[in-house]
C-alpha cells in the first residue's frame, strides 16, 4: 500500500519531467506549434508537478512564432514563484529564438550558474555560445567549458553551433572568407542532422556573408531562409531576414 500511494505521489513530478523534455525536444526541432500544444497540458501535473522549465520552454517557442502569449508564459513564471535561475533561462532562451540582442539575458544565466549539469551544458550551452558570439560578449573560460562538454558527450549538433559561433566571430572581425566556410559548414552540418531552424538561421547569416563577399547567390539562401521560416511559422526569423535583406 506504502509503495502504491508512493508511485501515485511520484507520477505529477514524472509527467512534468516527461512534459518537459517533450517540449524541449519540439523547441529544438523547430516544432513551434508543437511545443504550445504540449505546454498546454502543464495543468495536469500541478500543483506538485514542477512546470516551470516547460513554461521557459514555451514561452522561447512564442517569441519564435512572434506570440504575445510570451509574455504569458514569463508572468506565469513569476507567479509560480519560479526560481532566478528559471527565470533568468526564460528570458534568455526567448530572446535567443526571438533573435533579440539581450546582453542582460546572457549575463543574467551566468550569474544564475544556468546552465548547470552535463544535459543542459551540451543541449543548451552551444546556444549561449552563439548568442554570446552575436552579442559581441567574451566569455571565453566559459565557452571553453561548452566546447569541452560537447567533446565529450560527441553532440553533432553542440559541434555545428559552436562551428556557427566561431563563423559569427569570425564575421564581426572582417576574416569574410573564413567566416563564410565555417558558417557554410555548420548549414550543412543542420542539414544531416535535419534541424530545419537551426539550418534556416545559418543560412540567413550565410547569405549576409555571400552578399558582403559580392556574390550574386546571396538572394537564393535568404529566400530558402524565408520559406523555412514561413513553413515553421517562425515570425521573428522571417522578419529578421527580411530585414537584413532590405540593409544589404
Not at 509560480?80 to 534568455?92: K, M, N, Q, Y
Not at 560527441?154 to 553551433?161: E, F, N
Not at 573564413?178 to 543542420?190: H, M, Y
Request: charged share 25%; net charge neutral.
Amino acid at each position: 500500500m506504502q509503495r502504491r500511494d508512493a508511485l501515485e505521489t511520484e507520477k505529477p513530478r514524472l509527467g512534468a519531467v516527461s512534459l518537459q523534455m517533450e517540449t524541449l525536444g519540439r523547441l529544438l526541432s523547430g516544432d513551434f506549434t508543437g511545443v504550445l500544444a504540449g505546454a498546454a497540458r502543464r495543468q495536469q501535473f500541478l500543483p506538485t508537478g514542477k512546470v516551470h522549465a516547460t513554461l521557459a520552454v514555451a514561452a522561447a517557442a512564442a517569441a519564435a512564432m512572434g506570440s504575445p502569449e510570451e509574455k504569458s508564459f514569463r508572468e506565469q513564471l513569476i507567479e509560480g514563484e519560479a526560481s532566478p535561475l528559471d527565470i533568468a533561462a526564460c528570458d534568455f532562451v526567448s530572446a535567443y529564438y526571438g533573435l533579440r540582442e539581450s546582453e542582460s539575458s546572457y549575463h543574467a544565466i551566468r550569474s544564475a550558474g544556468y546552465p548547470k549539469g552535463l544535459v543542459d551544458q551540451a543541449i543548451i550551452g552551444p546556444l549561449a555560445v552563439v548568442a554570446a558570439a552575436r552579442w559581441r560578449i567574451d566569455d571565453q573560460p566559459f565557452f571553453e567549458r561548452i566546447e569541452a562538454v560537447v567533446e565529450r558527450t560527441g553532440h553533432a549538433r553542440g559541434r555545428a553551433l559552436l562551428t556557427q559561433a566561431e563563423g559569427v566571430r569570425a564575421m564581426q572581425r572582417g576574416e569574410l572568407a573564413r567566416a563564410e566556410k565555417l558558417i557554410f559548414d555548420a548549414v550543412q552540418a543542420f542539414a544531416t542532422l535535419r534541424l530545419d531552424y537551426e539550418r534556416a538561421v545559418a543560412l540567413a547569416d550565410h547569405a549576409r556573408l555571400l552578399a558582403a563577399l559580392g556574390r550574386a547567390d546571396h538572394r537564393k539562401e535568404s529566400d530558402e531562409a524565408k520559406a523555412i521560416a514561413d513553413r515553421l511559422g517562425a515570425v521573428a526569423l522571417r522578419v529578421a531576414v527580411e530585414q537584413e535583406r532590405v540593409a544589404i
